[in-house]
């Protein structure tokens, strides 16, 4: 007789973000990452974009940035153990690669998933998201305050940009009437409400008959007694 073996909570937990790392692995150029453990307790989270570090006393751009993340045995209930291990001159990152991630570091939110946490490691490393009002580096958060060399952020993508691109490209391809909505995404069917706003419907017109502009035009042509009555009923995808 075969037993069923007990999945605990965490257990479930921690397979869980070990798939949404996988997915978004997929969704993005910038992200990798590695795993240890079955299931994993600990990852070396690896980003590769624009960011910063001093190098001599001068502050330079880093392209790769290495993150290991710990899953200590009340994980989700406390907060992974985060160190930075490249080089980062970042106001809330300390000079040995603590990571402060501001009210989460006292107010843990357990249902925070793992994918989530590295959005916001890479924001923090493009200078997206920075504080310059409790810094645990204070000699980059006096630098940050007063610099003029670099443009905040360093790297304009998100950490998801491979699924952000296919949003634009949706975008592209739309008709011009809905081409107002931009910014969007996610990926979605022309007939999809969620790219409508109440501002802005569309209307479903017989074209098998005669178009828009030529009906208009024969319809002023005519006569004022001959002449029909604006449609009152508008069909509203």
Not at 104 to 129: G, I, K
Not at 139 to 159: G, H
Not at 161 to 181: C, H, I, M, Q, T
Request: with cysteine.
């Amino acid at each position: 007789m075969l037993r069923k073996t007990y999945d605990s909570p965490q257990a479930r937990r921690l397979r869980s973000d070990r798939s949404a790392l996988e997915r978004l692995r997929d969704e993005s150029t910038i992200f990798r990452f590695g795993a240890q453990g079955d299931p994993p307790q600990r990852y070396l989270i690896e980003f590769h974009g624009r960011s910063l570090a001093r190098e001599r006393g001068k502050v330079i751009e880093w392209q790769t940035h290495q993150v290991e993340v710990k899953l200590g045995a009340s994980y989700p209930r406390t907060m992974p153990e985060l160190r930075w291990l490249s080089p980062i001159f970042h106001p809330n990152i300390s000079e040995i690669g603590l990571v402060c991630l501001g009210g989460y570091n006292t107010h843990w939110v357990p249902s925070l998933q793992l994918d989530e946490l590295c959005e916001m490691l890479w924001d923090m490393a493009r200078f997206h998201n920075y504080d310059l009002r409790s810094p645990y580096n204070r000699e980059a958060a006096l630098w940050a305050a007063s610099q003029a060399t670099f443009a905040f952020p360093m790297d304009d993508r998100p950490l998801r940009d491979l699924r952000a691109a296919k949003g634009r490209e949706a975008v592209v391809s739309r008709p011009e009437s809905f081409n107002r909505r931009s910014g969007i995404s996610e990926p979605a069917s022309l007939s999809a409400p969620s790219f409508l706003s109440e501002e802005e419907p569309i209307f479903i017109l017989d074209t098998d008959l005669i178009g828009p502009s030529q009906q208009e035009r024969a319809r002023r042509s005519e006569p004022p007694s001959r002449r029909e009555p604006p449609p009152e009923v508008m069909f509203l995808d």
